[in-house]
């Protein structure tokens, strides 16, 4: 199998793979307001933190799949370049959400459950990837 190939197949799978996560998250926390063991007004935060992992995960393969198939020798500093863009671009959401929301308790549950996918879909990356580079899924 070619280079192409094997990169689009483990881009497909990291994607589809990181929908049902999202998904498990989601419908794991909707669960838990239907019980009351979360408030009902944190349904807003899910929805924003379930809407910006699906986004962010759209970009990050779109850009790992780009650069996996021009440029595989330097996979490990996009990695970290995109863990920081992530990074940056999550602390900016969480700000916006703090500058719109003036409830100190919803900010507060906000930033618990963003925490909470954004942690989740670190270890799923890191993992993930890791896997990836150690099967040599990208080498030759």
């Not at 999202?22 to 349904?43: D, E």
């Not at 996979?75 to 602390?91: C, D, E, I, N, P």
């Not at 906000?110 to 099967?135: C, N, P, T």
Request: hydrophobic share 55%; proline share 1%.
């Amino acid at each position: 199998m070619d280079m192409n190939k094997k990169v689009d197949i483990t881009s497909k799978r990291y994607f589809k793979y990181s929908l049902w996560l999202i998904a498990a998250l989601t419908l794991l926390c909707s669960a838990a307001i239907s019980m009351n063991v979360l408030k009902y007004s944190i349904v807003n935060a899910l929805a924003i933190s379930a809407l910006y992992t699906v986004f962010i995960n759209s970009i990050y393969v779109v850009f790992w799949r780009k650069m996996a198939k021009t440029s595989p020798n330097v996979m490990t500093k996009f990695y970290l370049a995109a863990s920081a863009l992530r990074l940056v671009s999550a602390a900016f959401v969480v700000t916006a959400y703090c500058l719109i929301c003036h409830d100190k308790n919803s900010i507060r549950d906000f930033a618990l459950l963003f925490m909470g996918f954004y942690i989740v879909m670190l270890v799923f990356d890191s993992v993930f990837f890791a896997h990836v580079e150690k099967s040599y899924t990208l080498k030759d």
